[in-house]
């Protein structure tokens, strides 16, 4: 398997001997090639990446600049990078073709669904051309990467880095504008700061909610219970306040340290003795 990411997601097609849109990824990670087949392989290889080099700009779908930009990569980074570059690009390819179609417009959401039908395994990056990138950053890095991906923070934090060096890359060769590339540079580069911190955030609040007193919700009031996806609206050394006058909630100060207004979750929280304790949390998104 490619994907080094456990992917809440369908099972991903293993890797066979044809070239497909999935093999331009791992042409700029072959190993050296030794019997008479392999150097056959490579041959085809090698006239398959050309071929995607030398796509031009205004033609290009993204599953050719995807290979084009790890083909490049390749030179520049050392083995354990590339392959952590290798996964993002894969990841990204999963999150448009599984959801970038819901933002089309009329007439392109019929091509797509044509393009579907016909054959469904990536028909969003074999049909549409690079300029869908930018606008689906967002649901790539906030909520495809938090929801749909069991990944660490160091993946996390690679998800962002390598994304803002793709709309870069993008940018300098035409195939987007500069103003689509900087927004979603910035974005890019914000989500690699933030994930692997919310990521944390949410592991800290977790741990916090192992050691909640046990609450009986039909002895709560309405006022004193919250079972509801809140935003946190500010944070002080040791608490949190959430949306809806939830709060100060005491939480480590590591916890504190790590979290940000606006940052949100599902939480179930309830006040006892004039005191708010959480006693569940879900995914913290920033």
């Given at each position: 398997?490619?994907?080094?990411?456990?992917?809440?997601?369908?099972?991903?097609?293993?890797?066979?001997?044809?070239?497909?849109?999935?093999?331009?990824?791992?042409?700029?990670?072959?190993?050296?090639?030794?019997?008479?087949?392999?150097?056959?392989?490579?041959?085809?290889?090698?006239?398959?990446?050309?071929?995607?080099?030398?796509?031009?700009?205004?033609?290009?779908?993204?599953?050719?600049?995807?290979?084009?930009?790890?083909?490049?990569?390749?030179?520049?980074?050392?083995?354990?990078?590339?392959?952590?570059?290798?996964?993002?690009?894969?990841?990204?390819?999963?999150?448009?073709?599984?959801?970038?179609?819901?933002?089309?417009?009329?007439?392109?959401?019929?091509?797509?669904?044509?393009?579907?039908?016909?054959?469904?395994?990536?028909?969003?990056?074999?049909?549409?051309g690079p300029e869908k990138v930018p606008?689906?950053?967002?649901?790539?890095?906030?909520?495809?990467?938090?929801?749909?991906?069991?990944?660490?923070?160091?993946?996390?934090?690679?998800?962002?880095?390598?994304?803002?060096?793709?709309?870069?890359?993008?940018?300098?060769?035409?195939?987007?504008?500069?103003?689509?590339?900087?927004?979603?540079?910035?974005?890019?580069?914000?989500?690699?700061?933030?994930?692997?911190?919310?990521?944390?955030?949410?592991?800290?609040?977790?741990?916090?909610?192992?050691?909640?007193?046990?609450?009986?919700?039909?002895?709560?009031?309405?006022?004193?219970?919250?079972?509801?996806?809140?935003?946190?609206?500010?944070?002080?050394?040791?608490?949190?306040?959430?949306?809806?006058?939830?709060?100060?909630?005491?939480?480590?100060?590591?916890?504190?340290?790590?979290?940000?207004?606006?940052?949100?979750?599902?939480?179930?929280?309830?006040?006892?003795?004039?005191?708010?304790?959480?006693?569940?949390?879900?995914?913290?998104?920033?």
């Amino acid at each position: 398997m490619l994907l080094r990411a456990a992917l809440l997601l369908p099972a991903v097609p293993v890797w066979t001997g044809r070239l497909s849109r999935q093999d331009t990824c791992t042409l700029a990670s072959t190993p050296a090639f030794g019997g008479a087949d392999d150097m056959r392989a490579s041959v085809v290889a090698a006239r398959y990446v050309s071929l995607v080099m030398s796509v031009a700009p205004e033609h290009a779908t993204i599953d050719e600049v995807l290979a084009r930009f790890l083909v490049e990569q390749r030179d520049r980074l050392s083995a354990r990078t590339f392959r952590r570059y290798e996964e993002v690009v894969e990841l990204l390819r999963h999150c448009l073709d599984g959801y970038a179609y819901q933002s089309l417009e009329d007439a392109e959401r019929r091509r797509w669904e044509a393009e579907f039908e016909a054959n469904e395994e990536g028909a969003f990056c074999r049909l549409f051309g690079p300029e869908k990138v930018p606008e689906n950053l967002g649901e790539f890095l906030g909520y495809f990467m938090v929801r749909k991906v069991i990944a660490g923070q160091e993946l996390l934090k690679a998800a962002g880095t390598v994304t803002a060096k793709l709309v870069r890359w993008l940018a300098e060769r035409d195939y987007i504008d500069c103003d689509s590339a900087k927004d979603a540079g910035d974005r890019a580069r914000e989500a690699s700061r933030d994930l692997p911190m919310a990521d944390r955030l949410g592991m800290l609040l977790h741990d916090l909610t192992d050691q909640a007193p046990a609450i009986d919700p039909d002895a709560a009031t309405d006022a004193d219970w919250v079972e509801d996806y809140l935003a946190i609206t500010d944070v002080e050394p040791g608490k949190l306040w959430f949306e809806g006058g939830v709060g100060p909630i005491a939480v480590p100060r590591e916890a504190s340290d790590l979290a940000r207004p606006g940052w949100s979750s599902f939480l179930t929280a309830a006040r006892t003795g004039g005191r708010w304790r959480l006693l569940e949390i879900g995914v913290v998104y920033p």
